[in-house]
Nanobody
């Protein structure tokens, strides 16, 4: 059973940076993606970035150039570096695993979700 655990998050002022971490365990497939979604109050959950095991990363237009997804030395560790944060980035961020990976990843294909972590950017 795939398990996803996030860490990081918190509060930062506009223009600041933050890094989120994601640990994924329990998977055996060599083709997979690990995506970062976010959900603001009253809004839909949307993908912001995704790491692909066999493709280039994906970034939503709203975060391209500011966010960077990377894999740690251990294949099951992922990071989301977020720079130049603005209040519109405030949301609960979720890390998610899928073995069927579209670009961008589809909510329908997510097999495991992290618990979510709050990111708050103040102006």
């Amino acid at each position: 059973q795939v398990q996803v655990v996030e860490s990081g998050g918190g509060s930062v002022q506009a223009g600041g940076s933050m890094i989120l971490s994601c640990a994924v365990s329990g998977f055996t497939t060599t083709h997979y993606c690990v995506a970062w979604f976010r959900q603001a109050p009253g809004k839909e959950r949307k993908v912001v970035s995704s790491f692909y095991s066999h493709n280039n990363p994906y970034y939503a237009t709203s975060v391209e150039g500011r966010f960077t997804v990377s894999r740690g030395n251990a294949k099951n560790s992922l990071y989301l570096q977020m720079n130049s944060l603005n209040p519109e980035d405030t949301a609960v961020y979720y890390c998610a695993f899928a073995s069927i990976c579209l670009e961008p990843p589809s909510l329908a294909h997510i097999e495991a979700w992290g618990q979510g972590t709050q990111v708050t950017v103040s102006s």
